[in-house]
T-cell receptor, first 109, second 113 residues
Framework: KNEVEQSPQNLTAQEGEFITINCSYS?????LHWLQQHPGGGIVSLFM???GKKKHGRLIATINIQEKHSSLHITASHPRDSAVYIC???????????FGAGTRLTVKP | ETGVTQSPTHLIKTRGQQVTLRCSSQ?????VSWYQQALGQGPQFIFQ???????GRGNFPPRFSGLQFPNYSSELNVNALELDDSALYLC????????????FGSGTRLTVV
């Protein structure tokens, strides 16, 4: 079992829909990252969380440390949100990040 | 403030050859981490360099080696290339001292034939 599990693997939505991507992890962490990867391969860091909730524009990320679970929400989704969304955690005392396999989101107009 | 730049963007090598990939860190960052991302999978940690020394390594063989320079830019070297080394290689810079988030480069896509 991977240390970081994401669901769903693939998600197709209509423009305007509210989207939720989930991430569960099994290790103690110092921080959790939500990343966006476009087809060209480059990765953009969306959020870094260690507790609570963060909001940036239409994106909201939450984390529940006790339950070892995080969610990424996209409100009023748009075709330009189509990308792979990756959850990554940095362990306590570790210097590396462990990544989920990603969720491929396609938003149709 | 400059971001993270990786070079080259694409590369084709023959099995058995050696390759060097380069990464410049973001201004103010002193830590560079390298990741290998096979098609359809999440990135896997290769190693991290902090102040010119290796500071953590994932499950990769010794033919994967690295270097960090005084300006905190970094190189990833892979010797005796194998077909399975074909992947997207990502680097990310951060500042351990300041607890900042990671900034990723756009990656180098390596194809071994």
């Amino acid at each position: 079992k991977n240390e970081v599990e994401q669901s769903p693997q693939n998600l197709t939505a209509q423009e305007g829909e509210f989207i939720t991507i989930n991430c569960s992890y099994s290790v103690g962490i110092s921080a959790l990252h939500w990343l966006q990867q476009h087809p060209g391969g480059g990765i953009v860091s969306l959020f870094m969380l260690s507790s609570g909730k963060k909001k940036h524009g239409r994106l909201i990320a939450t984390i529940n440390i006790q339950e070892k679970h995080s969610s990424l929400h996209i409100t009023a989704s748009h075709p330009r949100d189509s990308a792979v969304y990756i959850c990554a955690v940095r362990g306590t005392g570790n210097n590396d990040m462990r990544f989920g396999a990603g969720t491929r989101l396609t938003v149709k107009p | 403030e400059t971001g993270v730049t990786q070079s080259p963007t694409h590369l084709i090598k023959t099995r058995g050859q050696q390759v060097t990939l380069r990464c410049s860190s973001q201004s103010g960052h002193n830590t560079v981490s390298w990741y290998q991302q096979a098609l359809g999978q999440g990135p896997q940690f290769i190693f991290q360099y902090y102040r010119e020394e290796e500071n953590g390594r994932g499950n990769f063989p010794p033919r994967f080696s690295g270097l960090q320079f005084p300006n905190y830019s970094s190189e990833l070297n892979v010797n005796a290339l194998e077909l399975d080394d074909s992947a997207l290689y990502l680097c990310a810079s951060s500042s351990r001292d300041r607890g900042l988030g990671y900034t990723f480069g756009s990656g180098t896509r390596l194809t071994v034939v």
